[in-house]
T-cell receptor
Framework: AQSVTQPDIHITVSEGASLELRCNYS??????LFWYVQSPGQGLQLLLK??????LVQGIKGFEAEFKRSQSSFNLRKPSVHWSDAAEYFC????????????FGTGTRLAVRP | DTGVSQNPRHKITKRGQNVTFRCDPI?????LYWYRQTLGQGPEFLTY????????KSRLLSDRFSAERPKGSFSTLEIQRTEQGDSAMYLC????????????FGEGSWLTVV
């Protein structure tokens, strides 16, 4: 069965610093991969997605992610973090055989120091 | 495109009572998903519909839970004889059944069972 691991539960960075959130997946085929962001008490907003093609994908709010098949990873990056980026970030894999349903990791909570 | 709409946003109920949540997907989307999210966890898949057909149900969906999508448009999720362990946020999402298409989430419905 598919699974997603986000090894970092909490991360704190200073405003203006770079950010990398880690995501590892387990899936038996070429995956669909997603990063979503969730503010407290809110739903999930899609940041970016990978289906095929270029392994470096660009998303909204200045985020990007790189698919590395050899490492089963899909890490999220941002070169300069803003205070408004403080939120919870979820990596997910889409299961093609089940209506593209998403399996999520447990999330990484990002705090931003002024 | 008004997004995925969920009602009510918050519900407090006594243990043993029944509750029902409604989800209105994005109008042209034929797939609809339900997820459950507890504090500190990622969303967990419950079930999904394609048009009016319920195509998959998770083991998490006990016999106290029932979901319907009678006309292939809005959906309801009913929980009978609620238990404290049912306290969670229930998220609805929708998409087009084009492989790998983006899944859009609603703001969620918070359930507190007292």
């Amino acid at each position: 069965a598919q699974s997603v691991t986000q090894p970092d539960i909490h991360i704190t960075v200073s405003e203006g610093a770079s950010l990398e959130l880690r995501c590892n997946y387990s899936y038996g085929a070429t995956p669909y991969l997603f990063w979503y962001v969730q503010s407290p008490g809110q739903g999930l907003q899609l940041l970016l997605k990978y289906f095929s093609g270029d392994t470096l994908v660009q998303g909204i709010k200045g985020f990007e992610a790189e698919f590395k098949r050899s490492q089963s990873s899909f890490n999220l990056r941002k070169p300069s973090v803003h205070w408004s980026d403080a939120a919870e970030y979820f990596c997910a894999v889409g299961v093609k055989s089940s209506g593209d349903k998403l399996t999520f990791g447990t999330g990484t909570r990002l705090a931003v120091r002024p | 495109d008004t997004g995925v709409s969920q009602n009510p946003r918050h519900k407090i109920t006594k243990r043993g009572q029944n509750v029902t949540f409604r989800c209105d997907p994005i109008s042209e989307h034929n797939r609809l998903y339900w997820y459950r999210q507890t504090l500190g966890q990622g969303p967990e898949f419950l079930t999904y519909f394609q048009n009016e057909a319920q195509l998959e149900k998770s083991r998490l969906l006990s016999d106290r839970f029932s979901a319907e999508r009678p006309k292939g448009s809005f959906s309801t999720l009913e929980i009978q004889r609620t238990e404290q362990g049912d306290s969670a946020m229930y998220l609805c999402a929708s998409s087009l059944s084009i492989s790998g298409n983006t899944i859009y989430f609603g703001e969620g419905s918070w359930l507190t069972v007292v």
